[in-house]
């Protein structure tokens, strides 16, 4: 049975998720098979310029223009997602979904791509983990769009991802902080 239903999908995390890693992010699951699934969180940007991290990137860097934490696995592995302005093929691009996608560091610097956000490691779960997890109501899995892997305000893009649903997930998107303050 395939389980590639997530790519390309963000997981949010629901009020249930207290994991400090995880707590009130946005993740864009990259694969989801049986051997496991791998994911970048949005949500999460580091005090490191990406000019620090990837130089050859820089002149591309999204605002804010820092590396962002991808998740708590392997910090020391870069992962860059970037956007290509139509459809043609490029070396070392790897679509998640529409114009977004993953870039082979290992390559060549393609010159055809548009904006970048840099990520130090990455979210990953065994196989079946993500199944549990879904299953415990811990996460929301939602459509992405383009704009949510470069958004400007990465604090509020937990509300805002949940704002722009059209079901009573929206109602979600102001609950508190701390729910004995409300």
């Not at 949005?42 to 050859?56: C, D, K, T, Y």
């Not at 779960?125 to 305000?153: H, I, K, N, R, T």
């Amino acid at each position: 049975m395939s389980r590639s239903w997530t790519r390309g999908a963000l997981l949010v995390a629901t009020p249930l998720l207290t994991d400090p890693h995880f707590e009130r992010t946005v993740i864009l699951m990259l694969e989801h098979t049986e051997e496991g699934a791998l994911g970048l969180v949005l949500n999460r940007p580091s005090e490191l310029p990406a000019v620090s991290a990837l130089p050859e990137w820089a002149d591309r860097a999204a605002d804010p223009e820092v590396v962002f934490g991808g998740g708590p696995v392997q910090p020391g592995a870069a992962f860059v997602l970037s956007e290509r302005p139509d459809t043609r093929r490029v070396d070392g691009f790897a679509a998640v979904f529409e114009q977004v996608g993953v870039v082979d560091l290992a390559g060549v610097v393609p010159h055809d791509l548009g904006r970048t956000r840099v990520f130090s490691g990455y979210a990953g779960w065994s196989p079946g983990q993500l199944e549990g997890e879904l299953a415990e109501d811990a996460w929301w899995v939602v459509d992405a769009d383009p704009e949510d892997v470069f958004f400007a305000v990465p604090d509020d893009l937990w509300r805002t991802v949940l704002r722009r649903q059209t079901d009573r997930l929206s109602w979600f998107a102001d609950y508190p902080d701390d729910p004995a303050n409300n």
